[in-house]
T-cell receptor, first 111, second 114 residues
Framework: TQLLEQSPQFLSIQEGENLTVYCNSSSVFSSLQWYRQEPGEGPVLLVTVVTGGEVKKLKRLTFQFGDARKDSSLHITAAQPGDTGLYLCAGESNSGYALNFGKGTSLLVTP | GAGVSQTPSNKVTEKGKYVELRCDPI?????LYWYRQSLGQGPEFLIY????????DSGLPNDRFFAVRPEGSVSTLKIQRTERGDSAVYLC????????????FGQGTRLTVV
């Protein structure tokens, strides 16, 4: 199994602060995905990064894929309460049919 | 419907009982996946269907778990002789093709075994 380690596990910040969460593995992935999951809901795809070194921006969220395609980061600028949720990274398994998920980073943004 | 629909949203059952969890995928999606998410964990793969057949069931934890998709649309996850350790959120996802990175997830069924 290709393990994905996410850090930090929990993060509590105030509105307006910046933050970065990390997703690391010893395995190479063809792509990595980031999801956000809110309580009582399923994960919702935010972005897929494919190319080593790739940077993608989604409004205040910036995603980066490591050059070696083993790690990724998510940076949020000027966090808002609506950003609260569980952020999960995932990569395709060797079979290609399944996603291996990290345990997630639980983010709480308070007003 | 517009998205993946799972029923029931919540299920409480007694240890040893049999349960069925239903997933209605997005119309036209041929690929369907079941995942299990325990408290404080990310989702873990259980089984993948392409059409009516289970193409990969390597994630099913033991023979108490079984899933079917008889007509290539709705799928049912069946758990026999439930145990307290089966308590989790069971997530279903579907995709248009066998491209797991383009799958959409349902809201999940929270199963509690007491």
């Amino acid at each position: 199994t290709q393990l994905l380690e996410q850090s930090p596990q929990f993060l509590s910040i105030q509105e307006g602060e910046n933050l970065t969460v990390y997703c690391n593995s010893s395995s190479v992935f063809s792509s990595l995905q980031w999801y956000r999951q809110e309580p009582g809901e399923g994960p919702v795809l935010l972005v897929t990064v494919v190319t080593g070194g790739e940077v993608k921006k989604l409004k205040r969220l910036t995603f980066q894929f490591g050059d070696a395609r083993k790690d990724s980061s998510l940076h949020i600028t000027a966090a808002q309460p609506g950003d609260t949720g569980l952020y999960l990274c995932a990569g395709e398994s060797n079979s290609g049919y399944a996603l291996n998920f990290g345990k997630g980073t639980s983010l709480l943004v308070t007003p | 419907g517009a998205g993946v629909s799972q029923t029931p949203s919540n299920k409480v059952t007694e240890k040893g009982k049999y349960v069925e969890l239903r997933c209605d995928p997005i119309s036209g999606h041929t690929a369907l996946y079941w995942y299990r998410q325990s408290l404080g964990q990310g989702p873990e793969f259980l089984i993948y269907f392409q059409g009516t057949g289970a193409a990969d069931d390597s994630g099913l934890p033991n023979d108490r778990f079984f899933a079917v998709r008889p007509e290539g649309s709705v799928s049912t996850l069946k758990i026999q002789r439930t145990e307290r350790g089966d308590s989790a959120v069971y997530l279903c996802a579907s995709s248009l093709s066998a491209t797991v990175t383009e799958a959409f997830f349902g809201q999940g069924t929270r199963l509690t075994v007491v």
